[in-house]
């Protein structure tokens, strides 16, 4: 029996709100940004001290919480009955089995779970898609300008039909998350692509705190100069890439450090050269 030959990946840059915010700061986060973890992080991250250090960061405690209290919305809203029990929050302490997790994301996971058990903000509304957290890389959006292809990510916690049949996204924090109004324009911009002619609001919403940002709306050249400006972000990294991986010896040249305060909170700061042994208090 003959076998059809697997389709061929065709490669692509890339290109997400996750790199553009390692590739530049937002506004008033400019002491904490360092470069160099760009370069940790993209070019460097199958090194084996690398890879271990990026797979600790991914299960931190910070990661954690953020990703077990989506989880728990997803939960609340797989069974809707769960909302309108008694012991719904400790049903869903049970699905996720926070038990076996360390006593500060019990704690602060219990926390947000009651929050949103006391004011499920998507109770009653039409929900189009909602993340379970835990899904992987997103399909990417294919996306050009003139000749130049690239692929576009965006890993959208939730998105809500308005009665007005405008769409709405949320997208859930935990912690001391700052709301970055770049990560909403550019999912604006990704459901440009995903629902053509549709209008969109997007908005933020803290799990723990339960603050919630007012709308946020951009009109279509604003989304335009969101377009070029990951274009630029995509090119300009590729670039950066390219000449690293012919010229290593210029790592600290391609991703230039930015040593302070900022390297206690690094997760490379073990394998950096540039982070201080001792940091100031």
């Given at each position: 029996m003959t076998q059809t030959p697997a389709t061929k990946k065709i490669w692509r840059p890339t290109v997400s709100y996750s790199l553009w915010s390692e590739f530049q700061p937002s506004v008033g986060r400019e002491h904490f940004h360092c470069d160099m973890k760009r370069g940790f992080n993209r070019a460097r991250k199958r090194e084996p001290l690398v890879a271990e250090l990026l797979k600790q960061h991914d299960n931190s405690i910070p990661i954690q919480i953020g990703h077990l209290a989506q989880m728990g919305v997803y939960e609340f809203h797989r069974d809707p009955n769960l909302l309108a029990s008694s012991d719904g929050v400790d049903r869903v302490v049970e699905i996720l089995q926070l038990s076996e997790q360390p006593e500060e994301v019990r704690e602060r996971v219990f926390c947000a779970l009651q929050n949103y058990y006391q004011n499920p903000i998507l109770k009653g509304r039409d929900i189009l898609q909602l993340s379970r957290g835990d899904e992987g890389i997103p399909k990417p959006i294919l996306m050009r300008q003139g000749n130049y292809e690239f692929d576009f990510?965006?890993?959208?916690?939730?998105?809500?039909?308005?009665?007005?049949?405008?769409?709405?996204?949320?997208?859930?924090?935990?912690?001391?998350?700052?709301?970055?109004?770049?990560?909403?324009?550019?999912?604006?911009?990704?459901l440009r692509y995903l629902y053509p002619n549709r209008s969109a609001i997007a908005s933020f919403y803290n799990l723990e705190t339960g603050e919630q940002t007012e709308p946020i709306s951009a009109t279509s050249s604003v989304l335009q100069a969101f377009h070029i400006e990951i274009v630029k972000i995509a090119r300009q990294h590729q670039q950066d890439l390219k000449r690293y991986r012919y010229y290593k010896e210029e790592f600290s040249r391609v991703f230039p450090p930015n040593s302070g305060l900022n390297c206690r909170y690094c997760p490379f700061q073990s394998i950096c050269e540039f982070s201080p042994s001792e940091v100031a208090a």
């Open positions: 990510y965006a890993a959208i916690d939730c998105i809500v039909r308005e009665p007005d049949g405008s769409l709405h996204i949320i997208d859930f924090k935990t912690g001391k998350s700052e709301f970055d109004r770049r990560q909403a324009y550019l999912y604006l911009l990704a």
